[in-house]
């Protein structure tokens, strides 16, 4: 019920009646009124004027099941159109990719997706370790069941790459920020030069078709303050933009485009559909990338100018000397010759 309230009162700028609440849920004054007050606890600013009724003029930057949900059903016409399928809500969590593949293997539903409000042991690529303080970022993790051959899922990483980007720059541009933004194939999203978002695919399969895929999404949203380590190259929507964008929307906004951009990859199993889409939202394109290889050790080094990717999510790169190369996200590091 606190979910159904706070939907049609995020629905609309205006006041609502009491009554009219009532009305349309089919409960008393008093739980409404209940639900009000629970609403003020949790930190939503609501103004009760006579003969009006109810307004939200602030939301608290919380990711509580009610507050998902509602921002949720708002963006994609109660719940029709989003990735977000079934919400699991938690506040301390190793890691969401631990928890939505231990739900995945309990037969969690395509579309389960999982967040949390920190994570004590979040996890990059290759092992590698992905700060995750409470209450400033995003850290969740969507389960996957495509039916599709294990060879193609690694490009959903693409997939989702593309959803956050667009996901957030909604959000961006709807507070009226136009800034340097988008992403650094094969899955970096940057803004202003800096690493903003992190994405980790990881998959159950048999040699010819998939369990399940589970895809964590990190992105630091209204964080301030960076380890020594990564100071030099992460960054935040807020440090960079001085916005304070509520978590949940980007969230809904992010879960809508991952649903538009999974059912167009799923229809032909690669990205043909959306080689536009991603090309026009990635920094690299057009400019001189350096690829970086290791062979039994040692590094061999070539520049080119990045094109674009191809129907596979392979970067195509002219290198100096004019021949065309294709490189493999994972066997190659690429890096912008003007920053991260
Ligand atoms: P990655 O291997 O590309 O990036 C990891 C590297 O990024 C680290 O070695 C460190 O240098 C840097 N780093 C660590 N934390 C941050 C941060 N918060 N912001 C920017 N840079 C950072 C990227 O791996 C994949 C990250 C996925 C994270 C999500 S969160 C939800 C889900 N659960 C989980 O355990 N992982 C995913």
Partial sequence: MKTKILTILRGTDDYISGQEICDRLGVSRTAVWKVINQLKEEGYVIEAVNNKGYRITEYPDILTQSELESAINIESANGEGTLAKKLVCRDIVDSTNN?????????????????????????????????????????????????????????????????????????????????????????????????????????????????????????????????????????????????????????????????????????????????????????????EVRLISSDNGTEHEETGVAKGIDMNGELIVRLDDGTMKNVIAGEVSVRGLYGY
């Fill in 99 to 287: 928890v939505a593949r231990k739900l995945a293997e309990d037969m969690a539903c395509h579309g389960t997706l999982v967040v949390a409000e920190q994570q004590t042991g979040g996890k990059g690529r290759r092992g590698r370790h992905w700060e995750s303080p409470a209450g400033t970022g995003i850290w969740m993790t969507y389960v996957l069941r495509p039916d599709i051959s294990p060879d193609r899922a690694s490009m959903l990483t693409l997939v989702a790459a593309l959803a956050v980007a667009d996901g957030i720059k909604e959000q961006l541009h709807a507070a009226g920020c136009d800034c340097e933004f988008g992403i650094k194939w094969p899955n970096d999203i940057v803004l202003n030069g800096r690493k903003i978002v992190g994405i980790l695919t990881e998959m159950s399969a048999t040699p010819d078709s998939v369990n399940y895929v589970v895809v964590g999404i990190g992105i630091n949203v209204n964080t301030t303050e960076f380890d020594d380590s990564i100071k030099a190259t992460a960054s935040s929507i807020l440090v960079q933009t001085g916005l304070h964008i509520q978590r949940s929307r980007i969230i809904a906004s992010v879960s809508r485009r991952f649903e538009e951009y999974y059912n167009i990859f799923i229809k032909t199993a690669n990205l043909e559909g959306l080689i536009e889409q991603y090309n026009s939202a990635l920094i690299n394109a057009g400019r």
